[in-house]
């Protein structure tokens, strides 16, 4: 896959890369060669033509030796780039593809999606290695054929010598890829940490704790255990190759004791002293060199194979055969003995969940903290399928229909809503990508939300861009450059942008004014209550005042509906729900009869 990677992005350069390999390849070999006959020509003292050729040769071969080394490594960044670029585009392509949730919550697949983020580099990386080792072998057989010619029993001690490095360099090769899985959690907590420790939005609250020292001591000691790791191999790394290093030496120079007694007694010429040289440093260099390159392609192979998982994985969610398209709600949505936890051993966060949405009315979910409120709109959205039972979209399973489409139908306002660092058209416009330009719906929507006045009132209108993230210096300066806006200026602008998918079958709002003034919450609640009015709508809310208008209210308690009704039903139940409207609206009227008994 990655040399596919690779070749797709650009074949003109791995075809580049592999001229560059064979002639860097032949031209040391050359270079031993015609120092030979040079030599033994001056020795001989050979016609002055001859002569001439072979330096003439020797020179341009060592130009050769000496230019390509920058040429392959611009073809070699080039080819990363271009590789890099198209992985990136797949990697991102099949995390986008996933449907649900689920992979985002599991330690194990977050730690390979960061192995496969860095293994990005991977193809141009395996094809540029690949070549290198290819080169390497090719300007070893050449060396070999030149050592075999001078002393076979040297070119057979040379190889042998070669075997064990080959098997350590391997074996050393596979520790350093499990390392880096090994240490990945740790890396990410450090991570976590230090975006934690710089981040705008977590100082007030690192500093009036006083916790910054802390969180330096934790980012520190995950730092400090990934060292102790990584400082383990090196050192083994140290002692197998200082060793074999010394392996490699004593050879060469227990060859060159001998090259020279023989030319001493005279079985060998100058020029045979000179190619052995030649020859023995080639074969040890290129040897090593191979060695290296294959450990290093093993390494990106096994790397690669995090990218490899996370690019060809399966869906996270089952998907159906023949996904159908989510048809136009008719009747309602229905849940059905939904039982549902995030992790296979974990608590139900819902146990047993039945639910009709009926279609044009307004539904209000309430309950306590922890009641499953959110996770069943989430299961609305099929962010997660449910662990039994199931959600019928006009009678058909969710699980049945194209995600995507099912989407399509559905606007929302979560309970942790998105703050983009873009403009504040942007910010609504992405309700309705396909209107992200268009200021008079995404003014429209801003209107209803209650936003318009302040947006339009921002040093660069909607254009402002919503962030404090300065691009440059001189931006810090410009106000027109980055705005921050308060937490219940950024709560409209999410139901603005919900606004934007106007007409959708579904909207869902999950605590839509937990942020706003009482005028922004009384305003947002009479806007949505015209809104809801005929569509089909799931609210929750902790103020009951705002939904006691609701069609139909369903009280959550510990992953369960345990009433429902309207208002009027429910306070003649005299259940959960009385009780905490009736605690709210003690908690009111206690404080105007305070207000009313003050002097
Ligand atoms: N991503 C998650 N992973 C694991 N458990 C979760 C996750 N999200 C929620 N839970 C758990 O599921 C249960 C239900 O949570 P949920 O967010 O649905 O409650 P809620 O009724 O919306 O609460 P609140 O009123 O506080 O928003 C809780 O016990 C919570 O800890």
Do not use: C
């Given at each position: 896959m990655a040399v596919r990677i690779a070749w797709l992005a650009s074949h003109r350069t791995v075809l580049l890369l592999a001229v560059a390999a064979l002639v860097g390849a032949a031209a040391p070999v050359a270079v031993t060669w015609l120092t030979r006959g040079v030599i033994d020509q001056i020795v001989a003292g050979g016609p002055a033509g001859l002569l001439v050729g072979l330096a003439t040769g020797l020179a341009l071969a060592g130009v050769v030796t000496a230019t390509l080394p920058q040429l392959d490594q611009y073809l070699q960044a080039e080819l990363n780039r271009a590789a890099s670029l198209t992985a990136i585009e797949r990697l991102h392509g099949s995390v986008g593809r996933l449907i649900g949730l689920v992979r985002f919550e599991q330690p194990a697949f977050l730690d390979r999606l960061?192995?496969?983020?860095m293994a990005e580099r991977g193809p141009g990386d395996v094809v540029a290695g690949g070549l290198g080792a290819a080169r390497?072998?090719?300007?070893?057989?050449?060396?070999?054929?030149?050592?075999?010619?001078?002393?076979?029993?040297m070119a057979v001690v040379v190889v042998v010598a070669a075997i064990p490095v080959l098997v350590a360099e391997l074996a050393l090769s596979r520790r350093r890829a499990d390392l880096t899985f090994t240490i990945s959690p740790n890396e990410r907590r450090e991570l976590f940490y230090r975006e934690l420790l710089l981040r705008a939005n977590a100082a007030k609250?690192?500093?009036?704790?006083?916790?910054?020292?802390?969180?330096?001591?934790?980012?520190?000691?995950?730092?400090?255990?990934?060292?102790?790791?990584?400082?383990?191999?090196?050192?083994?790394?140290?002692?197998?190759?200082?060793?074999?290093?010394?392996?490699?030496a004593v050879v060469a120079g227990g060859g060159l004791v001998w090259a020279v007694r023989a030319a001493r007694q005279g079985d060998l010429s100058i020029g045979d002293v000179a190619l052995f040289i030649g020859?023995?440093?080639?074969?040890?260099?290129?040897?090593?060199?191979?060695?290296?390159?294959?450990?290093?392609?093993?390494?990106?192979?096994l790397i690669f194979d995090h990218y490899r998982a996370v690019v060809t994985g399966p869906p996270d969610l089952p998907v159906a055969a023949h996904p159908r398209q989510a048809p136009p709600l008719r009747e309602g949505i229905?849940?059905?003995?939904?039982?549902?936890?995030?992790?296979?051993?974990?608590?139900?966060a819902l146990r047993g969940v039945t639910l009709t949405i009926p279609v044009g009315r307004a539904t209000a979910l309430v309950g306590r903290n922890g009641s499953g409120k959110s996770t069943l709109i989430k299961l609305l959205c099929?962010?997660?399928?449910?662990?039994?039972?199931?959600?019928?979209?006009?009678?058909?399973?969710?699980?049945?229909?194209d995600p995507a489409s099912l989407r399509e139908r559905v606007t929302a306002v979560f309970q942790d809503f998105v703050e983009y660092d873009l403009t504040a058209a942007e910010n609504i416009g992405v309700g309705d990508v396909t209107a992200v330009d268009?200021?008079?719906?995404?003014?429209?929507?801003?209107?209803?939300?209650?936003?318009?006045?302040?947006?339009?009132?921002?040093?660069?209108?909607?254009?402002?861009?919503?962030?404090?993230?300065?691009?440059?210096?001189?931006?810090?300066?410009?106000?027109?450059?980055?705005?921050?806006?308060?937490?219940?200026?950024?709560?409209r602008l999410a139901v603005a942008r919900a606004f934007m998918r106007d007409g959708r079958d579904l909207m869902i709002?999950?605590?839509?004014?937990?942020?706003?003034?009482?005028?922004?919450?009384?305003?947002?609640?009479?806007?949505?209550?015209?809104?809801?009015?005929?569509?089909?709508?799931?609210?929750?809310?902790?103020?009951?005042?705002?939904?006691?208008?609701?069609?139909?209210?369903?009280?959550?308690?510990?992953?369960?509906?345990?009433?429902?009704?309207?208002?009027?039903?429910?306070?003649?139940?005299?259940?959960?729900?009385a009780h905490l409207f009736l605690l709210q609206a003690t908690g009111y009227l206690d404080d105007r009869a305070t207000a009313e008994a003050a002097p």
């Open positions: 960061q192995m496969a983020v390497s072998v090719l300007a070893l057989g050449g060396f070999l054929v030149s050592l075999v010619v001078i002393s076979p029993v609250e690192t500093r009036l704790f006083g916790i910054t020292g802390f969180l330096r001591g934790r980012m520190l000691t995950e730092r400090r255990t990934a060292d102790a790791a990584r400082r383990a191999l090196d050192r083994r790394e140290l002692a197998v190759q200082g060793g074999l290093a010394l392996l490699g020859a023995t440093a080639g074969v040890q260099s290129a040897l090593s060199n191979a060695i290296g390159q294959f450990t290093l392609l093993h390494q990106k192979f229905e849940l059905r003995n939904v039982w549902f936890r995030y992790t296979p051993d974990g608590p139900w099929r962010l997660y399928d449910p662990e039994r039972g199931a959600v019928y979209w006009d009678g058909i399973d969710l699980r049945e229909l268009d200021e008079d719906r995404i003014r429209t929507a801003a209107r209803r939300a209650g936003v318009d006045d302040e947006l339009a009132a921002l040093p660069a209108g909607y254009r402002t861009l919503l962030s404090r993230i300065f691009l440059t210096e001189a931006d810090r300066e410009d106000p027109t450059t980055g705005v921050v806006l308060s937490g219940g200026q950024w709560q709002l999950d605590e839509p004014s937990s942020g706003m003034d009482a005028e922004a919450e009384y305003r947002i609640h009479a806007g949505l209550q015209r809104h809801r009015a005929g569509r089909t709508s799931v609210l929750i809310s902790h103020r009951l005042g705002s939904v006691r208008n609701a069609d139909v209210i369903a009280v959550m308690d510990d992953g369960v509906v345990v009433e429902e009704g309207t208002h009027v039903d429910l306070m003649n139940a005299d259940g959960i729900y």
